[in-house]
């Protein structure tokens, strides 16, 4: 009797091994940092990505392998997931400059959809590369999964490629866009009554494609409230084509409190920018003069020193300058608190320290020059 009892539950546990539902998995890296994934020993991404989806997996324990992008190789991290039958998991890689990589579960939530046929290496379906490339295991897209980007995107002709299809504003990865290309973003963009909806068909252009800060400015616009003009300028940091300029966007906020937030994100995420390859090619570019005149137009468009502080900052975090436009920026301060901690972060930035003295005469207070004086000695000798 015991044995046939214990005979039925084995073979009812079995049975609902069978059926349970499969299980979905996002991974998503913070600050857009790339990498590369190898999943239960079978590599998904034939390029650096950003984010990886695959569904109909198995449910239970499986392997995931990171390779970061450092320096001229790659920091490798090895961790094991749990997937919730059932369940969509959402993963985010923190993978932070001086810090271990770290992989943390944010979210499960149910889903729904008729499962595929069962195949012999424990997945079903499909993973999606959320730059843009898919594997040939399910070449079908799901249509509950795309967002909705109403019909008058639909077009007869798809402008050389530009539409990966004919229902959304879709492009590949680290693909510059175009001036036409933003302005077919914004028309989707306007035809959303609410931000929300704004801001999540401009996150998902982003996510394959890189702008140009002018061009972001422009669609920052057409968000009518700060609390997601501020989320999406978080998000498109990391996607900016020329990253010197993104000082620009500051002047689209009016709340100190989002400036404040901004430039702390923005200042957090150039710590990561040892895992982009490329960085250090596109940065420390010398200021031109009309660059800095653009700098200074849009510090100057705010009423307090400790907001034009956070523009000048930034505008200056990947880029050089010459001590005589430095001056320049120092003369736009009303107070000599901002104006002193603006000349310690741009010591490091000027091209020609040997005329950096010339920036003492700017402050009035012998303490500041002192200040500044001693700050300059302790660093290393340029």
């Known amino acids: 009797m015991n044995k046939a009892l214990l005979l039925c539950c084995s073979f009812l546990l079995w049975a609902a091994q069978l059926v349970a539902a ?33 569904d109909r997996v198995q449910p239970g324990f499986h392997w995931a392998e990171f390779r970061i992008p450092a320096g001229r190789g790659f ?5 094991r997931v749990f997937l919730d039958a059932g369940y969509e998991s959402n993963y985010i890689l923190i993978a932070r400059r001086g810090f271990a990589p770290v992989l943390r579960k944010v979210s499960a939530v149910p889903i729904r959809y008729n499962r595929g046929p069962r195949r012999d290496d424990g997945h079903h379906g499909r993973y999606e590369d959320r730059d843009g490339r898919y594997d040939d295991r399910d070449d079908r897209r799901d249509e509950d999964r795309r967002p909705d980007y109403d019909s008058h995107l639909d ?6 490629g530009r539409y990966e299809d004919r229902s959304g504003y879709n492009r590949r990865s680290n693909s510059l866009m175009s001036s036409a290309d933003v302005d077919d973003l914004i028309q989707a963009v306007d035809a959303k009554p609410f931000d929300s909806g704004k801001l999540s068909i401009a996150k998902d252009a982003l996510s394959q494609a890189d702008i140009r800060s002018e061009d972001l400015k422009r669609l920052l616009r057409r968000f009518d409230f700060e609390s997601q003009r501020l989320e999406l300028a978080k998000y498109a940091s990391s996607h900016v084509a020329d990253p010197k300029n993104f000082y620009q966007v500051y002047e689209l906020f009016n709340f100190d409190s989002n400036i404040k937030e901004l430039q702390q994100y923005s200042a957090q995420a150039r ?3 040892d895992y982009r390859p490329g960085y250090e090619d596109r940065s420390r570019s010398v200021m031109t003069p009309a660059e800095v005149d653009g700098l200074l137009r849009a510090a100057t468009t705010k009423s307090f020193d400790k907001d034009k502080l956070a523009i000048l900052q930034d505008g200056l975090a990947r880029t050089s300058i010459r001590t005589d436009d430095l001056k320049r920026m120092l003369r736009a301060f009303s107070f000599e608190d901002q104006r002193l901690e603006l000349a310690k972060y741009a010591y490091s930035h000027v091209i020609d320290p040997q005329n950096f003295p010339q920036v003492y005469a700017l402050f009035n207070f012998n303490s500041n020059v002192e200040a500044l004086r001693d700050y300059v000695n302790q660093q290393p000798r340029r």
Do not use: C, M
């Open 155 to 160: 077009q007869d002709d798809d402008r050389n």
């Open 75 to 79: 920091v490798k991290y090895r961790t």
């Open 271 to 273: 710590q990561n920018d």
């Open 22 to 54: 499969p299980a979905n998995v996002n991974f998503v890296s913070e600050h857009g940092v790339p990498f590369e994934l190898v999943f239960d020993g079978r590599p998904l991404t034939r390029t650096i990505s950003r984010e990886v989806y695959i």
